[in-house]
């Protein structure tokens, strides 16, 4: 059965963490730091729904090994950055039109004593 119209049907991943290395300064890059990240995937679920059809939705199970390795590699100075590249690498996946990304960085150094430092971004396809 077709779509009827936009859904908000959502598949969530909260509180991955990955252990990174990310960061403008040299001590972030060479010691690392532990990151957490959030994803939030709009897509419709109903044909996935209707027919209990893992091949019309999204593996979450895959998607955050994805997500977990995407932290994991390459070292970038921004966080903007890698929520960039999470949030095209969850877009690559068939049903998902927009997507919710946040990379939290509990342990930023920053001059004051803080909770989490985090950056959300929202992409969707055109």
């Known amino acids: 059965m077709p779509s009827q119209g936009p859904t908000q049907d959502r598949v969530t991943i909260i509180g991955l963490r990955a252990y990174g290395r990310h960061g403008v300064f040299e ?15 709009f897509c419709d ?17 895959e998607l955050a090994q994805r997500v ?15 929520a960039q590249r999470i949030a095209s690498l969850c877009l690559s996946e068939q049903p998902v039109r927009r997507v919710r990304v946040t990379v ?7 001059p004051v004593q803080v909770t989490d430092i985090a950056v959300t971004i929202e992409r969707s396809r055109p």
């Open 27 to 41: 001590h972030e890059r060479r010691v690392g730091q532990e990151f957490v990240v959030d994803v939030e995937l």
């Open 45 to 61: 679920l109903r044909p996935a729904a209707d027919s209990d059809d893992l091949s019309l939705t999204v593996d979450y199970g």
């Open 68 to 82: 977990h390795d995407a932290v994991a590699s390459d070292p970038v100075d921004l966080i903007e950055t890698v």
């Open 104 to 110: 939290h960085k509990p342990q930023a150094p920053v």
